[in-house]
Nanobody, 129 residues
Framework: QVKLVESGGGSVQAGRSLRLACSVS????????MSWYRQAPGKEREFVSA?????????ADYVRGRFTISQHSASNRYIVYLQMDSLKPEDTAMYFC?????????????????????WGQGTQVTVSA
């Protein structure tokens, strides 16, 4: 089982910055493909950004140039950051971290339980005008 823990949300004024973090403590010797999604009230959950184990990154058009995703590996923890600059009121949402199953190049590291991906509980970001 993989547990994702998000942090870093908060309330800021437009134009300010926040940095979100998503931390994983399990299977840190394995590789992860990680993503950030967000969901505003009354709207569908939408993709924000992703970082793959080879370092490649992807961004949604509405955050490209303002948000930066990065990763940090330590011996007992794997963390993905989402640096959010020039925040806009429309960025207000609950932000969720998602992880594919960890793998080591030969196979998955976690036991199969029918789960193809893992989600965190979310962290709220509120941007006021």
């Amino acid at each position: 089982q993989v547990k994702l823990v998000e942090s870093g949300g908060g309330s800021v004024q437009a134009g300010r910055s926040l940095r979100l973090a998503c931390s994983v403590s399990e299977y840190t010797h394995c590789k992860y493909d990680m993503s950030w999604y967000r969901q505003a009230p009354g709207k569908e959950r939408e993709f924000v950004s992703a970082i793959f184990n080879d370092g490649q990154t992807r961004y949604a058009d509405y955050v490209r140039g303002r948000f930066t995703i990065s990763q940090h590996s330590a011996s007992n923890r794997y963390i993905v950051y989402l640096q959010m600059d020039s925040l806009k009121p429309e960025d207000t949402a609950m932000y969720f971290c998602k992880s594919d199953r960890p793998w080591n190049g030969l196979g998955y590291c976690d036991p199969y339980t029918g789960v193809a991906e893992y989600w965190g509980q979310g962290t709220q970001v509120t941007v006021s005008a």
